[in-house]
Structures are given as structure tokens and as C-alpha cells.
Nanobody, 121 residues
Framework: QVQLVESGGGLVQAGGSLRLSCAASGRTFRSYNMAWFRQAAGKEREYVARISWSGGSTYVVDSVKGRFTISRDDAKNTVYLQMDSLKLEDTAVYYC??????????????WGQGAQVTVSS
């Protein structure tokens, strides 16, 4: 069992930066792949970034590539999402998730409660 708690959301002007944190409970954090998703009002939840259990592999979607960076600190049981050059369209509730890969299929088993990020003009 893993419990996830996001923090670091807030209001920022376009072009600014925020860093989201996701603190995990449980001794098995190091064995999980971690990801960030987001959901804007009236839209479906979408993938943002992913990091492997070892931290050796990361992935970000094209819409945030070059602006967002995912990282993890296993000593702190925390995964981060550094968001730079924020745009209005980045406004959403951001969720972290913990999961595993079975074959070619990802399974996100645990979710945080979400953190609101609002980008203003």
C-alpha cells in the first residue's frame, strides 16, 4: 500500500515556474514507477511525465517537453515535477501516481488527491 500526497501547487503568472512534490508513504516506494497526470476543467485526465523505479528512465509528453522535468529522491520518498515557462494551457489539477509495467501495459495503482496549478496572464 502506498499513500501519495501532492504539494506545491498554486497561482503563477505565465512564464513563471512551480515545483510540485509528491510525498509517498510506505517502504515500497523505491519499487514503483511514478508519474504525473493532469486534468483541466472539462477535459479528460492526461499523461504528463513518468520516471522509472530506478530513476534511470524518464518520459514527458511533447506538450511539456523542454519545460517540465520529473525527478525522484528515494531517500525522501518523494517525486517532483519542475515546471518552467508555464503557459495558460498548463492550468489543471495535477495528480501523482505510483504503478508498474506489465508487458507493454502501464498500471497506475495509487493516486494522490491532486494539486491545483493555475497559470494567469
Amino acid at each position: 500500500q502506498v499513500q501519495l500526497v501532492e504539494s506545491g501547487g498554486g497561482l503563477v503568472q505565465a512564464g513563471g515556474s512551480l515545483r510540485l512534490s509528491c510525498a509517498a508513504s510506505g517502504r515500497t516506494f523505491r519499487s514503483y514507477n511514478m508519474a504525473w497526470f493532469r486534468q483541466a476543467a472539462g477535459k479528460e485526465r492526461e499523461y504528463v511525465a513518468r520516471i522509472s523505479w530506478s530513476g534511470g528512465s524518464t518520459y514527458v509528453v511533447d506538450s511539456v517537453k523542454g519545460r517540465f522535468t520529473i525527478s525522484r529522491d528515494d531517500a525522501k520518498n518523494t517525486v517532483y515535477l519542475q515546471m518552467d515557462s508555464l503557459k495558460l494551457e498548463d492550468t489543471a489539477v495535477y495528480y501523482c501516481a505510483a504503478g508498474s509495467l506489465s508487458g507493454s501495459r502501464w498500471s497506475w495503482d495509487y493516486w494522490g488527491q491532486g494539486a491545483q496549478v493555475t497559470v494567469s496572464s
